[in-house]
């Protein structure tokens, strides 16, 4: 279906938007035009590529009620552009939690990983990220038809797990964790009350 | 508090003969020195440490002496890399809340308020307190419960020779600090992460041993405020959020006080927050720490027991088990 829309430019827009917390990362690791990591850096690079990951996480779950609400088939042509962007920052982050924070001391991060339940749940998550991005492909939902749509659906539990993952890992202040819950719940809440309705509508259906 | 384990002092060493004979003199000398403003204001214009005085100008920089016994031969980290990582919630929670935030507050004029357990008490003014003893340059390694150190060239007084000053009773056990609270000056404490005003506390052992640190300067200068200014107090076998930052009192309790971190997570933060390789915080790990500018390449080091001062004060906790009083 993607095919027969005209291509805007929305989308090299929405593509380069999606690379600039790299390109901020890059250069503040290179110290380019005074930017700088700060003096814990390999903390900043994970609670940045964290929190990008996450933040792109929602706004993907954003397209499709917008799709819904304005019409216009262009949020889901992004949507899968926005999905991978959100596995690509996560596993960037998992990369540095590996490599950088536990310098590929691998007893260290099988202890972690089985001790610390808020990395479990993110590692979790990040698995179950993995067949969403090899099925993205126009290939694969054809070949996968309704059960696609089936599986993708895992985005739901990937999301609640990430957001708890932020919340279990902050020292004190919980606001912006809670403000993430938020966001979160309104996204599904939408999605649950939009499918009520639907299964009103057909019960009123087949009651005529 | 019969109870606590290791309580070890005995009254008598509390209050020492000689110091319980000096009493008139302390006062006097404290009462004297309460005229006493600062000497040496002066014009300096050196880009760090700069501190506004009561009146007009700026503090002459502090005069010290090192004391190579008490500090440790790792590298010292840089000034930007101590005062610019801060953890300090009272002006606000990212680490480079506390040094862009607290530009505008002032640290003069301070005095703090001494009471509880002790037979001087009473409101002091900060020079006051620091006028009987030579200020002394210690090199401390300083160690996160969040997993990250550094070393730091702390300005300061032993906190058992002020203390003693005020000649605490036999009923002290503990001593409890206060940070200032002023919302007003204090952005971070109009949000309610932690119940202010911040307290932490030492039993009395703890306070009396010869490395705690009360400190007034960093790097040669005066404190700046994102680390704490004008007064603090340097713990370095505990946890960096047991050396409580800003102090505007002291007091001599004969319970254990209730210190916030310990009130805020009980379960992640003891009372004690002595460095301990082997007890994990619940979150993660207290096995390595990374030291605060080293490359991004750069692994963690071993976090040594009692942030490296177990010679020193290992026996302070004799019989208790770390890992219950972590």
């Known amino acids: ?208 | 508090m019969k109870d606590q384990p290791g309580y070890r002092i005995l009254p008598s060493e509390i209050t020492s003969e000689s110091l319980f004979f000096e009493r008139r003199s302390v006062i006097q000398a404290l009462a004297a020195s309460a005229s006493l403003g600062f000497a040496g204001l002066a014009e300096a214009n050196s880009e760090r440490g700069n501190i506004a005085a009561p009146g007009k100008g700026v503090l002459s920089d502090p005069k010290f002496v090192k004391n190579a016994r008490f500090s440790v031969s790792d590298p010292v980290n840089s000034w930007d890399e101590i005062t610019t990582y801060n953890n300090f919630y009272e002006f606000g929670l990212n680490k480079d809340d506390p040094a862009r935030r607290s530009q505008q507050f002032q640290a003069r004029p301070w005095s703090v308020e001494v009471g509880g357990e002790a037979a001087v008490r009473g409101r002091f003014d900060l020079e006051d307190i620091l006028a009987r003893h030579p200020l002394e340059e210690r090199i401390y390694r300083f160690r996160c419960v969040e997993a990250w150190s550094r070393v730091v060239p702390w300005l300061g007084i032993p906190l058992g020779d002020v203390l003693k000053r005020f000649e605490p009773t036999s009923r002290a056990k503990f001593v409890e600090f206060t940070t200032l609270y002023d919302p007003k000056r204090m952005p971070g404490q109009r949000s309610g992460v932690l119940n202010w005003p911040y307290v932490e506390g030492l039993r009395i052992d703890e306070a009396m041993h010869p490395l705690a640190l009360l400190v007034v300067g960093v790097y040669g200068k005066w404190l700046p405020n994102q680390n704490g200014a004008p007064l603090r107090l340097i713990v370095p076998w505990k946890y960096g959020f047991k050396s409580i930052k800003s102090i505007v009192r002291i007091r001599f309790t004969e319970r254990q006080p209730q210190t916030s971190w310990n009130k805020a997570a009980p379960d992640e933060y003891g009372f004690f927050a002595n460095v301990n390789p082997a007890v994990d915080h619940p979150r993660w790990s207290q096995a390595k720490e990374r030291r605060i500018g080293a490359s991004l390449f750069a692994s963690r080091v071993d976090t040594l027991p009692f942030n490296g001062y177990a010679n020193e004060v290992a026996s302070l906790y004799r019989g208790i088990d770390l890992r219950r009083y972590f």
Request: include cysteine; aromatic fraction near 10%.
């Open chain 1, 1 to 208: 279906m993607s095919t027969t829309l005209p291509a805007y430019g929305y989308e090299p827009a929405v593509w380069l938007g999606c690379l600039l917390p790299l390109l901020w990362l890059l250069a503040a690791a290179f110290g380019v035009a005074e930017l700088t990591l700060g003096a814990n850096p390999v903390r900043e690079l994970l609670h940045f590529t964290g929190k990008t990951g996450l933040n792109l996480l929602l706004l993907t779950l954003c397209m499709t009620p917008l799709h819904h609400l304005t019409g216009r088939l262009e949020w889901l042509r992004v949507r899968r552009m926005l999905g991978l962007f959100a596995f690509s920052y996560t596993l960037l982050h998992f990369m540095v939690y590996v490599v950088l924070e536990l310098d590929l001391d691998f007893s260290d991060i099988g202890r972690e990983i089985i001790k610390r339940p808020f990395i479990t749940i993110g590692l979790v998550a990040l698995l179950m990220m993995l067949p969403l991005a090899l099925t993205s492909t126009d290939r694969a939902m054809r070949s996968l038809g309704r059960r696609w749509q089936a599986l993708h659906r895992l985005i739901y539990p990937i999301a609640i797990l990430a957001v708890w993952h932020y919340y279990w890992q902050v020292k004190a202040d919980i606001r912006e964790p809670l403000l993430y819950a938020a966001a979160l719940t309104l996204l599904l809440g939408w999605r649950l009350h939009r499918h009520r309705l639907r299964q009103h509508r057909q019960h009123r259906q087949h009651q005529r």
